[in-house]
């Protein structure tokens, strides 16, 4: 079986990058097969507790699911006090306590104290996808449709017309089988699921493991891994939405954010992008150096929801970086990604009430998702998520914490 590394490719046109993407295509017969997109080869990060130290994350109930299925909390923890809880509900981040520059311990990540929080009417109706994992795609899907070999497929629309992070049950709404454990890294939670060949409407037998690390360095790293038995789009990422002065302030327009991309995907009313790949230079969607999330918000209709287009195309690389002044907390992005979808909260309207009470509205955090690019099934010129047989896809995403005292 084949590892494929998924770079992003970049170029400076959008043909530019179409004929880069058909050399690609060309190579893809090689035994050294390799598809344009999302990640580095690694060594698959799923971990035992075989030869190593440490002991295993704790878990405990996290309640039953509307169909009566008992779900559980897994708690990981290292030696500076950073915890992460995990359900496998979703495979839902929903607490994620890390220090500020005095040395207090904070929730920094929006969410429920029970899996009914994620099933109320309320939840599902506004379907933010609180810390959830994403897929069989994330982002969105033009029309609901996409062509593959020669065949249409119809998928499950969620999104007006279009199919949104998997369709109407996707990844965020399953129950993962769950493997607690530990690395040399720190403690570990892997997760596995079978999707089978037409759920949501998408071909193959996807097998998908995602494994959680929180390592002694305080990084909260992400592995995706997936095989499939027939050609199918994949695009997987985290929906863990943030503000590092969660309980402080009532928003992150005041956090500091920096985007290692010199381009965005421009997109319509549906934000479906158009295919155009534009400069940020001189416009809003610059973060190539320092700005606050508020600073040029209202220049953006609706707000921050696009994706950018990473600067590098190889390896772990830094997408993004953010600071927040009153916390003095830093957390840094980093990915073998090609794109990350920045979203600051904009639909988000007050009727949810989370943890230890608080009101989630509008602006209350942002999502910083590494993804491959929204609607790619559809868009020939951009890095291709098609997932073959004998391919094995990997990706990895950390997000690693700080202070600036």
């Given at each position: 079986m084949t590892t494929i590394s998924r770079a992003g490719i970049r170029t400076s046109s959008v043909t530019g990058l179409a004929s880069l993407l058909l050399l690609v295509g060309c190579n893809q017969s090689n035994t050294t097969e390799q598809a344009a997109g999302t990640s580095q080869t690694t060594t698959d990060s799923t971990q035992s507790t075989t030869g190593t130290t440490g002991t295993a994350p704790s878990s405990a109930s996290f309640g039953k699911t509307t169909d009566g299925t008992e779900v559980q909390l897994f708690t990981l923890a290292n030696a500076h006090g950073l915890k992460v809880s995990i359900t496998n509900y979703g495979g839902t981040i929903t607490s994620l306590m890390v220090p500020d520059k005095s040395g207090k311990l904070g929730d920094v990540v929006l969410g429920f104290d029970n899996v009914s929080?994620?099933?109320?009417?309320?939840?599902?109706?506004?379907?933010?996808?609180?810390?959830?994992?994403?897929?069989?795609?994330?982002?969105?899907?033009?029309?609901?449709?996409?062509?593959?070999?020669?065949?249409?497929?119809?998928?499950?629309?969620?999104?007006?017309?279009?199919?949104?992070?998997?369709?109407?049950?996707?990844?965020d709404k399953v129950v993962w089988q769950a493997e607690p454990g530990t690395s040399a890294d720190g403690?570990?939670?892997?997760?596995?699921?079978?999707?089978?060949?037409?759920?949501?409407?998408y071909p193959g037998n996807l097998n998908v493991t995602v494994t959680y690390t929180l390592t002694n360095d305080d990084a909260l790293k992400i592995d995706y891994s997936a095989t499939t038995?027939?050609?199918?789009?994949?695009?997987?990422?985290?929906?863990?939405?943030?503000?590092?002065?969660?309980?402080?302030?009532?928003?992150?327009?005041?956090?500091e954010v920096t985007i290692?991309?010199?381009?965005?995907?421009?997109?319509?009313?549906?934000?479906?992008p158009t295919g155009e790949l534009k400069a940020v230079k001189g416009t809003p969607f610059d973060f190539t150096t320092a700005h606050t999330i508020g600073e040029r918000i209202a220049?953006?209709?609706?707000?921050?929801?696009?994706?950018?287009?990473?600067?590098?195309?190889?390896?772990?690389?830094?997408?993004?970086?953010?600071?927040?002044?009153?916390t003095g907390r830093t957390m840094e992005v980093r990915t073998t990604e090609?794109?990350?979808?920045?979203?600051?909260?904009?639909?988000?309207?007050?009727?949810?009430k989370g943890k230890n009470g608080l009101t989630y509205g509008k602006h209350a955090a942002f999502c910083m998702e590494t993804q491959h690019f929204p609607d790619s099934p559809n868009q020939p010129s951009f890095p291709t998520t098609i997932l073959k047989p004998g391919q094995t896809l990997q990706s990895t995403t950390t997000y690693q914490f700080g202070v600036r005292k």
């Open positions: 929080g994620y099933q109320s009417p309320e939840f599902v109706k506004s379907g933010p996808y609180f810390g959830a994992l994403i897929g069989r795609y994330g982002n969105r899907i033009k029309g609901g449709k996409f062509t593959l070999d020669g065949k249409q497929y119809t998928l499950a629309k969620n999104n007006g017309e279009n199919t949104l992070h998997g369709g109407k049950k996707g990844f403690q570990t939670l892997k997760l596995t699921y079978l999707s089978k060949d037409g759920e949501e409407g038995d027939k050609a199918t789009p994949v695009n997987l990422t985290n929906h863990a939405y943030f503000n590092l002065a969660l309980g402080q302030k009532p928003d992150i327009l005041g956090h290692a991309a010199d381009r965005y995907n421009v997109v319509d009313a549906g934000l479906i220049q953006v209709p609706g707000g921050y929801d696009h994706n950018w287009i990473l600067n590098q195309t190889s390896g772990m690389h830094t997408a993004a970086t953010v600071y927040e002044p009153t090609p794109g990350l979808q920045f979203y600051t909260g904009n639909f988000l309207d007050g009727t949810l």
